[in-house]
């Protein structure tokens, strides 16, 4: 019978030919994953942290955290980019020839950076208030529950509530990032396959306000997705579509989630629990509604314009506003941006670009309010460690750590090579900063930079979840 298949046995790897015995060997390059018996790994003797997408073909292992920790690693320096932005090239943009609106924003957005003392004074007061979503007394209460010995119960209830507040207070960009992935997918499809789901997007309320999200939710869930579904079903459309599907429905749930109605019923069972009665007494659900609608009032009023308005230009650049050249550095900076607000980042992150003195001055600050690097198992060793980087005009880049302790301070300065005559001084001028502001420095050193630093190396709890279990979505 002919061998239809060619199947042959080269003559090397013949059964005579062929060594006795096991012929895979440990440390053999011609085969993968072989499992050392000497040593305790992966059953398929991965590391976790393995880079398995070097040659563009094969998948990539890592875990999300491991995938953030790649990209921290190669997300581009923003103070890399916008110290050189503001030192000269935000002015090129301006007369570069782009549109005429747009080079009035950006000249609008330098003019609102310029500032004497008092105006940055209470700039940096904004922006150090503003970092964090949750910020008035009410939050920093839960946090001290979710830090105590409270019951995994009481925690979880927390935990429910935080989600549904955060939803609720993000409901406008959900249903922009929603509308946005629909016109994607419609964009995405054939015309002759649009005419239906178009006029379903139309009667989507994308202006709905806060918490009213039972209409857009139904439409959403009942009529849209399943036309999209029953579109990808017929054709077999695994291209975009499919992607933006992904996204629409993460949003689509988080939208679900936003109900007013909820999040109220979540915080009033708060109040249900010992815990929260013992600290706050017993509070009426009148109370209760009235708290609920100042917190969702305060998140909704934006009090950083400076950084919308940087925001928006952002927008613009990568829509090729500012010229299709420039395109890469407004893509470099929002991935920076995004990389440090990302879920995994433990840490507050701020950014205080400004004009001062007739310099401009780019500043960028990293916040642990929770340290417990030298905690000894005691509520008082709770410190505040923080890592403040700027760059000054025609001056030079400075590191500086921070370490407060009650009173107690200790801090590191690294300063340009530029100003090293200035030694005394700059350390003189630290020192009656700091008493004047009622604290006792343990420590402050200031030396020469040799090398600017990483946030990873003065803040290591950024790598501890390597540690935890490794889970990919």
């Known amino acids: 019978m002919a061998n239809i298949l060619k199947v042959t046995t080269p003559p090397s790897q013949s059964y005579e030919n062929s060594p006795r015995g096991n012929p895979t060997q440990i440390g053999n390059t011609n085969v993968k994953n072989i499992v050392d018996p000497s040593k305790v790994t992966r059953s398929d003797n991965r590391s976790d942290f393995e880079d398995t997408s070097k040659n563009g073909l094969a998948p990539s292992y890592e875990s999300n955290f491991g995938k953030f920790i790649q990209t921290l690693k190669n997300s581009p320096d923003i103070m890399n980019i916008l110290p050189g932005m503001f030192f000269g090239r935000m002015e090129n943009l301006v ?28 700039f940096l007061k904004n922006h150090l208030e503003n970092a964090a979503g949750f910020k008035n007394m009410f939050f920093g209460i839960l946090r001290d529950f979710m830090a105590s010995d409270a019951s995994s119960e009481f925690k979880n209830a927390i935990l429910v509530f935080l989600k549904k507040y955060n939803d609720l207070t993000s409901s406008g960009r959900l249903l922009a990032n929603i509308s946005q992935n629909l016109g994607n997918i419609l964009s995405s499809m054939p015309k002759s396959e649009t005419q239906e789901l178009e006029a379903l997007i139309k009667s989507l309320n994308i202006n709905a306000a806060p918490g009213d999200n039972a209409a857009n939710t139904a439409l959403l869930k009942e009529e849209i997705v399943p036309r999209i579904a029953k579109y990808i079903s017929r054709y077999h459309d695994f291209g975009p579509v499919r992607g933006f599907v992904t996204s629409l429905t993460l949003d689509i749930a988080r939208y679900e989630n936003s109900s007013l109605q909820d999040a109220l019923a979540s915080l009033k069972a708060l109040s249900g629990f010992n815990t929260f009665r013992n600290r706050l007494g017993m509070i009426e659900d009148a109370s209760l509604a009235a708290l609920f609608e100042k917190m969702v009032e305060d998140k909704a009023v934006s009090k950083m314009p400076d950084a919308d308005m940087l925001l928006n230009i952002i927008s613009k650049g990568l829509s090729g506003e500012a010229g299709y050249e420039n395109k890469m550095v407004f893509q470099n900076l929002l991935q920076s941006m995004l990389i440090n607000s990302s879920v995994y980042m433990p840490l507050l992150h701020v950014l205080i670009p400004v004009e001062f003195a007739g310099k401009f001055m780019f500043s960028e600050i990293w916040a642990d309010p929770d340290d417990k690097s030298s905690q000894q198992g005691h509520e008082e060793s709770r410190a505040i460690k923080m890592l403040l980087k700027f760059d000054i005009e025609n001056l030079g880049f400075f ?26 001084e700059i350390q003189k001028k630290l020192s009656e900063i700091i008493h004047g502001n009622g604290l006792e420095p343990k420590s402050l050193s200031v030396s020469k930079s040799i090398k600017r630093l990483s946030v990873s190396e003065v803040f290591p709890k950024i790598m501890e979840r390597r540690n935890n279990i490794n889970v990919s979505i």
């Open 95 to 122: 007369t570069s020839g782009i549109s005429q609106g747009f080079a009035a924003e950006i000249s609008q957005y330098m003019d609102m950076l310029k500032m004497n003392e008092a105006e940055f004074a209470s």
């Open 399 to 424: 590191d500086m750590i921070v370490h407060l302790q009650g009173k107690s301070l200790d801090v590191q300065l690294f300063y340009p090579e530029k100003i090293q005559g200035a030694q005394r």
